[in-house]
Antibody
């Protein structure tokens, strides 16, 4: 069974940083493109970033470019999102997603990031 | 990247069919066979219902179908059931090598 378990969220002040993690199991992690998608409370889904299978290539939404960095450790079956220079509008549940939009698309339950002073 | 446009809400009675539209541009919806549809119940993770414009993953009811014409994709739910009441989102790959979601549609079963 595919499992994606996010962690690392919490309350952080504006301008602060966090590192989100996503532990993957039940599939060959190193063969899957991985994504982060976020959802602000009561709002819609927003794509954040994706990374290719060996971590050599990544793409970002304009709203996070230069502040967020996606990475992965295939030996540890773990996906990361380093989030810096946080703003109030970054407050959201951050979901880890395997192969977004493909037949093997799978989502984690998410980790909540709250940016507030 | 602007969100794809969906109606805010759609409703129908049990047994009826409803259709949700998802309008983008030639740089996303119209440019790739990559529209996917997600169902999200309250406080749950989204669930893939359609991928590649019109393909249904294993385990998804055949009451759900997807189609596309030009820059507009559609999700049709036939034989509407109470359990179909949820939020629905479309998504597409874009020419900027990013992805974009729709604004979301709340489906109400009357």
């Amino acid at each position: 069974e595919v499992q994606l378990v996010e962690s690392g969220g919490g309350l952080v002040q504006p301008g602060g940083s966090l590192r989100l993690s996503c532990a993957a199991s039940g599939f060959t992690f190193s063969n899957s493109w991985m994504h982060w998608v976020r959802q602000a409370p009561g709002k819609g889904l927003v794509w954040v970033s994706r990374i290719n299978t060996d971590g050599s290539s990544a793409d970002y939404a304009d709203s996070v470019k230069g502040r967020f960095t996606i990475s992965r450790d295939n030996a540890k079956n773990t996906l990361y999102l380093q989030v810096n220079s946080l703003r109030a509008e970054d407050t959201a549940v951050y979901h880890c997603v395997r192969a977004l939009g493909g037949n093997s698309d799978s989502w984690g339950q998410g980790t909540l990031v709250t940016v507030s002073s | 990247q602007s969100a794809l446009t969906q109606p805010a809400s759609v409703s129908g009675s049990p047994g009826q069919s409803i259709t949700i539209s998802c309008t983008g541009t030639s740089s996303d919806v119209g440019g790739y066979n990559s529209v996917s549809w997600y169902q999200q119940h309250p406080d749950k993770a989204p669930k893939l219902m359609i991928y590649g414009d019109s393909n249904r993953p294993s385990g998804v009811s055949n009451r759900f179908s997807g189609s596309k014409s030009g820059n507009t994709a559609s999700l049709t739910i036939s034989g509407l059931q109470a359990e179909d009441e949820a939020d629905y989102y479309c998504s597409s790959y874009t020419s900027s090598t990013t992805y974009v979601f729709g604004t979301g549609t709340k489906v109400t079963v009357l």
